[in-house]
């Protein structure tokens, strides 16, 4: 007996759907506060990257895209991130990390994001002028304990100037 293309199809779909809802992943938003201070020591001609990590235990690094700090605001700035990792999330901390360090106007540009994901030029935090770090929950999604979980991390930190960080003219 032949079966209908249809009953393929359906067969098809059905056999499909549950890879569709295996997408589980960590999830990061938060905010980064800009102080005037900071953004003064950045312009056009001199450059500044924002980074901006969460560190979880035994789970691959999570990094926002890189933002370019070129101009001054007049007051202090807000960066908002969000970032989703395909990844299992587990009842832990996360350490967020964020970081600026100086560019050129050569290395980077005020008008062109950077590429995402990074390569091996990438600013470590070992070069930053300022800098901001927290410990914060991975809150896990209520889900069955044997399955992989969804978590989401929280975060609002605000940059200072790193000690011993050289004092910039734009």
Do not use: Y
């Not at 950077?114 to 070069?127: N, Y």
């Amino acid at each position: 007996m032949r079966l209908p293309a249809q009953f393929h199809l359906i067969v098809l779909a059905c056999a499909a759907l549950p890879l569709v809802a295996c997408e589980h992943g960590i999830d990061l938003q938060g905010k980064v506060s800009v102080p005037t201070q900071v953004q003064q020591m950045f312009s056009a001609s001199h450059p500044g990257e924002l980074v901006v990590t969460a560190q979880i235990p035994g789970q691959p690094d999570i990094t926002a895209p890189s933002v370019i700090l070129c101009a001054p605001a007049a007051g202090e700035r807000i960066i908002d991130v969000k970032v989703l990792k395909l990844a299992c999330a587990s009842e832990d901390t996360a350490l967020i990390s964020a970081w600026v360090v100086p560019r050129t106007a050569n290395e980077v540009s005020c008008t062109v994001p950077p590429p995402h994901p990074r390569s091996a030029d990438a600013p470590q935090s070992s070069d930053a002028v300022a800098l901001a770090r927290a410990v914060v929950p991975v809150s896990i999604a209520t889900m069955d304990p044997s399955a992989c979980k969804d978590g989401s991390i929280s975060f609002a930190v605000t940059l200072a100037p790193a000690l011993g960080a050289p004092a910039r003219s734009p």
